[in-house]
């Protein structure tokens, strides 16, 4: 009875990319009441949009002497296209965790994850060239579409931590690191594009019973792909029930500072 096993699928069809089997497996071990060891593995997919499939978006027009004397005075348009012969990106997606109960006030949990993405759908890099270049319409343009050339993996680990202080006070503590890495062709327009590592604590006193006080405080790590900063972000707020059917709220959010990028 300590040894549990779950297994299952998901059936999908689209009329982009026809059927898909996403399967799911998680084992789970409770060997002492308190105490959780778990395991799991599944698959998930996104399916191509109208837009990836089929659509078509100018960007902007490029003077056409850069690329060829020949287009000197002609400004040609850079156009992205749709590709009805792209698939559906894919995760499979591994994980392993620890859940206890270390007191009856404290819940600790503990996971580390490993993410494989394939068939990601990106646009070649760089600048477009002689290469993109389609003659076949009325006038010469630049044409790019959609391909399933990339794969990425990203890896890392979760804390997180339940502590009911005393009968009106809970504090919920989290820390998330998470490690991307692309590895197709077109990867450098994805990397850095996430913080790597992100914190919170988040506090909740019951000053009456209906009225609670909120203290929130974040951090989020820096965005390298977009020169974000660092933050620390803290929200204050309180929630009050007038009745058993009503809550108000109100907040104060990003306290610290007059702005900043996310």
Not at 89 to 97: A, D, N, P, R, T
């Amino acid at each position: 009875d300590d040894l549990h096993l779950m297994l299952g699928s998901k059936f999908e069809n689209n009329e982009y990319t026809g059927s898909e089997w996403l399967p799911g497996a998680r084992i789970w071990w409770t060997g002492t009441p308190n105490r959780t060891l778990w395991a799991s593995a599944s698959k998930a997919v996104r399916m191509p949009s109208f837009y990836l499939n089929s659509g078509e978006f100018t960007l902007h027009y490029i003077q056409g002497d850069l690329v060829n004397p020949a287009f000197a005075g002609v400004y040609l348009p850079y156009t992205i296209y749709g590709n009805d012969d792209i698939g559906p990106e894919v995760l499979k997606s591994y994980e392993i965790g620890w859940r206890e109960e270390v007191r009856a006030d404290l819940v600790l949990d503990a996971t580390a994850f490993i993410y494989n993405y394939e068939n990601l759908l990106l646009l070649p890099q760089g600048a477009p060239g002689l290469p993109d270049l389609d003659m076949t319409g009325p006038l010469p343009s630049f044409r790019r579409t959609f391909t399933n050339a990339d794969s990425a993996e990203a890896y890392g680990m979760e804390l997180a931590g339940a502590w009911q202080a005393n009968a009106k006070w809970k504090v919920d503590a989290s820390y998330s690191w998470t490690k991307f890495d692309p590895t197709g062709p077109n990867g450098a327009s994805i990397d850095g594009i996430d913080p790597e590592r992100k914190w919170q604590i988040r506090s909740t006193y019951n000053f009456r019973d209906n009225l609670d006080i909120h203290q929130n405080l974040y951090y989020v790590d820096r965005i390298p792909q977009y020169t974000v900063d660092s933050y620390l972000r803290l929200d204050l707020g309180m929630t009050w029930r007038p009745n058993d059917t009503t809550e108000v709220s109100l907040w104060g959010q990003n306290l610290l500072e007059p702005s900043h990028e996310e």
